[in-house]
C-alpha cells in the first residue's frame, strides 16, 4: 500500500498545478487580491509574471464580486483595473456600479476600464451614473461626458442641471455648454429663463450659451433676453444676457 503514496502526491502536486495556473477566483488571481490586501510588495511581480493567465474572460466572475463586494479599498480599485484590461463588456454593469464608489482611486480605475471596454458602453455607464443620484458618480460622469462630447447625453445632463442641485446642477450647466454641441442650447435656454432655479445657476446658463460658437446658441441669448425682459426682478440677469449677447 505505501508505495501507491508517491503516485497520490504527485497526482495531488499536479492538481494544485494545474489550479495555480487557471484565472477565475483561484491561483494566481487569488494570490494577487491578498498580496493586494495586505500590501505586500510582491503584489506587482505576482501580476506580471501571471498576467496572461489572470486577463482571461474566466476571470470577469471572480473579479466582478471582488470589485462590487471586497471591503478593500485597494482590491476593488485592482479588480476594475484588471476587468478594463479584458476589456469583456459584461463587466459594464458592475464598473457602472463602481462610480459610485467612496474610493478614489476605484472610481478613476472604473472610468478608465469602461473607457478600454468600448466608448459606447462607457457613453451608457456614465449617463446612468447621472441619473444614480450618487454625488461622486455624477461629478464624475459630467467629466468624462464633457470630455467626449456626448450629445446622446444632453438630455440626461439636463435633467441634472434642473434638479437645482448647487454644485452638481453648476457642473452639468456647464458641461452642457462644455459639449458645445446646437443640441444644448435649448436645454440652456430653458435653465436661463427658469423661476425655479437658483439665481447662481440662471446666470451659469447665461455664461454657457456665450462660450458655445453655434448659431443655436447666439440666437438662444437673443431669447432668453427677450424672455427675462417679460419676468420681474430679473434686472440683473438681463443685464448680464444683454452683455453676452
Not at 458602453?121 to 449617463?127: L, S, T
Not at 458645445?180 to 447662481?200: M, R, W
Request: with cysteine; proline share 4%.
Amino acid at each position: 500500500m505505501s508505495r501507491h503514496i508517491p503516485i497520490f502526491t504527485t497526482l495531488a502536486v499536479l492538481s494544485m498545478l494545474t489550479v495555480g495556473c487557471a484565472g477565475g477566483s483561484g491561483g494566481p488571481l487569488n494570490t494577487l487580491m491578498e498580496q493586494v490586501r495586505f500590501d505586500d510588495p510582491l503584489a506587482d511581480r505576482t501580476y506580471i509574471q501571471n498576467q496572461d493567465v489572470i486577463e482571461v474572460p474566466e476571470s470577469v466572475p471572480a473579479l466582478v464580486e471582488y470589485l462590487s463586494n471586497d471591503e478593500s479599498p485597494k482590491v476593488n480599485a485592482w479588480a476594475a483595473l484588471i476587468l478594463g484590461r479584458i476589456g469583456d463588456p459584461q463587466a459594464v454593469p458592475a464598473l457602472t456600479t463602481a462610480l459610485s464608489n467612496s474610493d478614489t482611486d476605484t472610481r478613476n480605475r472604473a472610468v478608465g476600464a469602461l473607457s478600454l471596454i468600448g466608448e459606447t458602453e462607457a457613453e451608457g455607464a456614465f449617463i446612468e451614473a447621472l441619473r444614480s443620484g450618487n454625488r461622486d458618480a455624477q461629478i464624475t460622469a459630467l467629466v468624462e461626458l464633457e470630455k467626449m462630447a456626448s450629445t446622446n447625453a444632453v438630455p440626461a445632463i439636463a435633467d441634472t442641471a434642473r434638479a437645482n442641485d448647487g454644485m452638481i446642477s453648476k457642473n452639468a450647466i456647464d458641461t452642457l455648454g462644455g459639449i458645445g454641441d446646437a443640441s444644448a442650447a435649448a436645454p440652456l435656454v430653458e435653465l436661463a429663463l427658469s423661476t425655479n432655479l437658483d439665481d447662481s445657476l440662471r446666470r451659469a446658463a447665461i455664461m454657457n450659451l456665450h462660450r458655445m460658437a453655434v448659431p443655436e446658441a447666439t440666437a438662444g441669448l437673443q431669447e432668453v433676453i427677450t424672455g427675462l425682459g417679460e419676468q420681474e426682478g430679473t434686472d440683473e440677469l438681463l443685464q448680464l444676457a444683454r452683455d453676452q449677447g
